[in-house]
């Protein structure tokens, strides 16, 4: 999952990928932290993946919106 987050202190955007743990872990197990890309942002429950969507607070900052290679097409063609 990848989407557009806003630093809250700088308001700088940028484009991070975020993992989903398995049911009912709360942080990565071994096999997913050797199995994913070592570009994981942040790690969000089943449940918070199910629920993210834009003002999803991190705490230090906020998403603003889906990035993965659909929704880019759609935000770049809408802005044209």
């Known amino acids: 999952?990848?989407?557009?987050i806003q630093w809250k202190d700088s308001k700088e955007e940028e484009v991070h990928r975020f993992g989903v743990l398995n049911a009912g872990d709360t942080k990565p197990n071994a096999q997913q932290l050797e199995d994913e890309d070592k570009d994981i942002f942040f790690?969000?429950?089943?449940?918070?993946?199910?629920a993210i969507g834009a003002d999803y607070d991190g705490g230090d900052w906020v998403v603003l919106r889906c990035a993965c290679d659909e929704c880019q097409e759609y935000w770049g063609a809408s802005n044209e």
């Open 1 to 4: 999952m990848k989407f557009l």
């Open 43 to 50: 790690w969000l429950t089943q449940e918070e993946a199910l």
